[in-house]
């Protein structure tokens, strides 16, 4: 429940500072075709604000919260690894006896999933129910390659943010294509101010996409920072439970 509220608190947040963005954006930029390009300034009123350019940015930010939140997620699993709840001395076994007293220290921080605890309670418990390294072994492989999946699909939704800006974009684009050559047969005009301004409204309609494509290779670039951050804690939990439980797990023999 904490995890949702978190994310539903950066998710508010960041609607709020990308609106925000926007308004600064028009209070600090002069150029009116500058504002176009970035937020299309020029149909505000007509579109009540709505405007493709507008939305986009509200878009680009959601996306950043969602990485926030996995970035904040990320720092949350790896506080675990340097907690040391396994021994990491070239010495040490572990006995069906020590598994209560390690089951006591992981227990508190066993919640968080994708944990070093929340491992190492599940280690514990395969091996005091079935007493055998083997099958320990097996819950390892399999919980390591659940958590793999689980990386995978936690990044769906700024996927599917970075496929959609660009998209709004190109719908942008095509929109504002459409309303110039509106704009030229309405008018029917000639000379320099009706060539100026139709590239000009012209100009606006592809910068749309060339804006969608800058935030979208942003967010992705962000996106691949992130993720493998997450994986490279994956890969440092699994050795160190392979390392200091597995490895040095003992059964008497009968």
């Known amino acids: 429940m904490a995890t949702q509220n978190r994310r539903l608190i950066i998710f508010i947040v960041m609607i709020i ?32 604000g709505m405007t493709i350019q507008n939305i986009m940015w509200v878009l680009f930010f959601i996306g950043l919260g969602e990485l926030l939140y996995r970035f904040l997620e990320i720092s949350e699993i790896n506080a675990g ?31 968080v999933d994708g944990s070093l605890a929340n491992l190492v309670k599940k280690l514990i418990m395969q091996f005091q129910t079935s007493h055998s390294i083997e099958q320990t072994q097996n819950i390892l492989n399999a919980q390591l390659e659940i958590q793999s999946s689980k990386i995978d699909t936690h990044y769906n939704m700024i996927r599917y943010i970075t496929w959609l800006i660009p998209t709004m974009g190109f719908i942008g684009t095509v929109i504002g294509i459409a309303t110039a050559l509106a704009y030229a047969g309405q008018v029917n005009g000639q000379g320099d101010q009706f060539v100026a301004e139709l590239t000009g409204r012209l100009a606006v309609a592809f910068d749309t996409t060339f804006v969608a494509l800058i935030m979208s290779a942003i967010l992705v670039f962000i996106m691949h920072l992130t993720q493998g951050r997450e994986e490279k804690n994956l890969v440092t939990i699994g050795q160190y439970a392979l390392d200091n439980f597995i490895n040095r797990l003992y059964t008497q023999k009968d």
């Open 81 to 111: 690894i340097n907690k040391h709840y396994l021994p990491e001395d070239d010495h040490s076994i572990l006995e069906i006896n020590d598994m209560s007293t390690l089951s006591q220290d992981v227990k508190r921080d066993a919640k």
């Open 17 to 48: 500072l990308g609106i925000a963005t926007i308004f600064i954006l028009d209070a600090i930029i002069s150029d009116t075709l500058i504002k176009d390009r970035f937020l299309d300034k020029s149909h505000w009123d007509e579109y009540y």
